[in-house]
């Protein structure tokens, strides 16, 4: 009994203090995968995040439009896409093999691009883009969860400050921007390792687990995706070994606490998402469904690449025009990729 006892504890100490290679090579005998996070000591790793989104608005899905003078002026159908390109370098400033590892995360380069007919300011940069030359430290363990998120945190509190006019001599407004595609790409880092419930067991092929992902939009929702990971397969590669993660989404109407909301207050939306807002007193989700997948590489531990794309149908909750119920459907998708 004593012997099992100190075997097991040994495994144990073994997978959260450092012995992460040589379980990894042994889970090829036990059909078990440890998806562990490593850091080397200085090594830079750079990655491109995009996020593309098209917000496809429907004044009067029954084709049946009201004649009233009250109808918005855009009345039919809207497109409107936007997107943010973002290269983020990530830097181990301390590495510790037996807890947590303090990254330094530095924004080299943001641009976003949007459609004019979206609204806003056209000479005025979306206030994501502040973001070039920021930077911000996080704390991280080996299993991928984020422990201090405190630096990001502020930062996101900052730009959010910025998405509105100067001038608020007709008020608050806030113009449009991305700030909550910085929020999804940053803030959900290592999601498919760091939410398995039992990540020192290892994970075979075939094997599902569950988790939450935010969902950015262009307007006023605090919305979350229910994500479904499965381990498909694993491939060898000149770079090591690669476990394909897969991933279908779904709705949820919980949305954790946690997460960050980068503005507060009474303010005004400007642009025609932001008239949509204010005339639809709001929006239900009656949809939504995607998928992703994802490039784990085992022996490095690091994530290659992901790709993620969903669908989200909204239906206003009412309007001041009796049976109109305008739509909203949402095109996103977010990549992510290593920049050798």
């Given at each position: 009994?004593?012997?099992?006892?100190?075997?097991?504890?040994?495994?144990?100490?073994?997978?959260?203090?450092?012995?992460?290679?040589?379980?990894?090579?042994?889970?090829?005998?036990?059909?078990?995968?440890?998806?562990?996070?490593?850091?080397?000591?200085?090594?830079?790793?750079?990655?491109?995040?995009?996020?593309?989104?098209?917000?496809?608005?429907?004044?009067?899905?029954?084709?049946?439009?009201?004649?009233?003078?009250?109808?918005?002026?855009?009345?039919?159908?809207?497109?409107?896409?936007?997107?943010?390109?973002?290269?983020?370098?990530?830097?181990?400033?301390?590495?510790?093999?037996?807890?947590l590892?303090?990254?330094?995360?530095?924004c080299?380069?943001?641009?976003?691009?949007?459609?004019?007919?979206?609204?806003?300011?056209?000479?005025?940069?979306?206030?994501?883009?502040?973001?070039?030359?920021?930077?911000?430290?996080?704390?991280?363990?080996?299993?991928?969860?984020?422990?201090?998120?405190?630096?990001?945190?502020?930062?996101?509190?900052?730009?959010?400050?910025k998405?509105?006019?100067?001038?608020?001599?007709?008020?608050?407004?806030?113009?449009?921007?991305?700030?909550?595609?910085?929020?999804?790409?940053?803030?959900?880092?290592?999601?498919?390792?760091?939410?398995?419930?039992?990540?020192?067991?290892?994970?075979?092929?075939?094997?599902?687990?569950?988790?939450?992902?935010?969902?950015?939009?262009?307007?006023?929702?605090?919305?979350a995706?229910?994500?479904?990971?499965?381990?498909?397969?694993?491939?060898?590669?000149?770079k090591?070994?690669?476990?394909?993660?897969?991933?279908?989404?779904?709705?949820?109407?919980?949305v954790?606490?946690?997460?960050?909301?980068?503005?507060?207050?009474?303010?005004?939306?400007?642009?025609?998402?932001?008239?949509?807002?204010?005339?639809?007193?709001?929006?239900?989700?009656?949809?939504?469904?995607?998928?992703?997948?994802?490039?784990?590489?085992?022996?490095?531990g690091?994530?290659?690449?992901?790709?993620?794309?969903?669908?989200?149908?909204?239906e206003?909750?009412?309007?001041?025009?009796p049976?109109?119920?305008?739509?909203?459907?949402?095109?996103?998708?977010?990549?992510?990729?290593?920049?050798?």
């Amino acid at each position: 009994m004593k012997a099992a006892l100190i075997t097991s504890t040994v495994v144990i100490i073994c997978v959260f203090t450092g012995c992460k290679s040589s379980l990894k090579e042994d889970s090829i005998n036990t059909g078990k995968i440890l998806l562990t996070v490593d850091f080397q000591p200085s090594q830079t790793l750079e990655y491109r995040f995009v996020s593309s989104r098209v917000t496809r608005i429907d004044w009067d899905p029954t084709k049946n439009t009201p004649t009233s003078t009250e109808t918005p002026p855009s009345a039919g159908r809207g497109e409107y896409p936007e997107s943010m390109e973002m290269v983020v370098a990530y830097t181990p400033i301390q590495v510790d093999q037996y807890g947590l590892t303090t990254i330094k995360a530095t924004c080299k380069s943001v641009k976003v691009t949007r459609s004019q007919s979206q609204g806003g300011r056209t000479s005025r940069k979306d206030a994501v883009e502040s973001l070039r030359g920021e930077s911000f430290t996080f704390t991280v363990g080996p299993t991928g969860k984020i422990e201090d998120y405190s630096q990001l945190e502020r930062l996101i509190r900052k730009t959010g400050t910025k998405a509105f006019r100067e001038d608020q001599s007709q008020g608050r407004i806030k113009e449009p921007e991305m700030i909550n595609d910085f929020i999804a790409s940053q803030w959900f880092l290592w999601d498919s390792q760091s939410s398995l419930v039992n990540p020192s067991k290892g994970v075979s092929i075939g094997q599902t687990w569950k988790s939450k992902l935010f969902v950015p939009t262009s307007m006023l929702l605090r919305r979350a995706r229910e994500v479904t990971y499965k381990l498909d397969e694993i491939r060898n590669s000149d770079k090591g070994r690669l476990a394909l993660i897969r991933s279908s989404y779904e709705n949820t109407e919980t949305v954790p606490r946690s997460w960050p909301i980068p503005y507060s207050g009474r303010f005004q939306l400007s642009g025609p998402l932001g008239f949509l807002w204010m005339f639809s007193k709001g929006f239900k989700v009656l949809d939504l469904q995607g998928q992703g997948e994802e490039l784990f590489n085992i022996d490095a531990g690091r994530i290659e690449q992901y790709s993620q794309e969903y669908q989200v149908l909204l239906e206003a909750l009412s309007t001041p025009l009796p049976g109109a119920r305008p739509r909203v459907t949402i095109e996103q998708k977010l990549t992510m990729q290593l920049i050798e």
